[in-house]
């Protein structure tokens, strides 16, 4: 299994990004995707989360509103919208199958928030 992430960077607050995460080695169709972020200093928090056929969408307090998940099963990705950045939206993300993290973590893309 491998977890690719990709399209983080440096954005004013305010700004946007969009993420991306190609997974190979499962039958990536049949698994709800979530995407998870980690701050320095701080433990790993789920972001949002996406039903395997695009269902049952979860986005956590802080990020609703403002990020969107969506998924392409031809493609084999996840994607991460993210509007209106802000400085506390600062964080490493990465992205897992399953409604609990399923598989190895992959080495995640860095998001910095700052003017």
């Known amino acids: 299994v491998q977890l690719v992430e990709s399209g983080g960077g440096l954005v004013q607050p305010g700004g946007s990004l969009t993420l991306s995460c190609a997974a190979s080695?499962?039958?990536?169709?049949?698994?709800?995707m979530t995407w998870y972020r980690q701050a320095p200093g701080k433990g790993r928090e789920l972001v949002a989360r996406?039903?395997?056929?695009?269902?049952?969408?979860y986005y956590a307090d802080s990020v609703k509103g403002r990020f969107t998940i969506s998924r392409d099963n031809a493609k084999n990705t996840v994607y991460l919208q993210m509007n209106s950045l802000k400085p506390e939206d600062t964080a490493v993300y990465y992205c897992?199958?399953?409604?609990?993290?399923?598989?190895?973590w992959g080495q995640g893309t860095q998001v910095t928030v700052s003017s």
């Open positions: 080695g499962f039958t990536f169709s049949s698994y709800a």
């Open positions: 897992n199958a399953g409604r609990v993290p399923l598989f190895n």
């Open positions: 996406l039903g395997n056929v695009g269902n049952n969408i």
